[in-house]
């Protein structure tokens, strides 16, 4: 079981910034794209971001294009996400999340193809 650890979550003013982390326990960890999802009260789970396995491809929602950078440090076992000018839009939990199958980036969008989450990090942005 692989166990999927976030941080950086809280409060900020609209225009803000913050970090996400995300420690995984994944021996393979090099192997696996990551993802960014959250959910916002009332709302369906919704893609964010994704970054391939050695960190070359990155994919993001039109809705945080510009201001959010997903990036990852494989000799930690991390994933980030930058975010940028925040809005209080983004208001939401944000999980982290590691695809079923390694080296696999297809239907990025769609939840079934993530195995892992984690146990999600509230992002709250005040206007």
């Known amino acids: 079981q692989v166990q999927l650890v976030e941080s950086g979550g809280g409060l900020v003013q609209a225009g803000g910034s913050l970090r996400l982390s995300c420690v995984s326990s994944?021996?393979?960890?090099?192997?696996?794209?990551m993802g960014w999802f959250r959910q916002a009260p009332g709302k369906e789970r919704e893609f964010v971001s994704l970054?391939?396995?050695?960190?070359?491809?990155?994919y993001y929602a039109e809705s945080v294009e510009g201001r959010f950078t997903v990036s990852r440090d494989n000799t930690k076992n991390t994933v980030y996400l930058q975010m940028n000018s925040l809005k209080p839009e983004d208001t939401a939990i944000y999980y982290c999340?590691?695809?079923?199958?390694?080296?696999?980036?297809?239907?990025?969008?769609?939840?079934?193809?993530?195995?892992?989450w984690g146990q999600g990090t509230q992002v709250t942005v005040s206007s």
């Open positions: 970054i391939s396995w050695r960190g070359r491809s990155t």
């Open positions: 994944e021996r393979t960890f090099s192997s696996y794209a």
């Open positions: 999340t590691q695809r079923e199958r390694q080296y696999d980036v297809e239907n990025y969008r769609n939840t079934l193809e993530y195995k892992y």
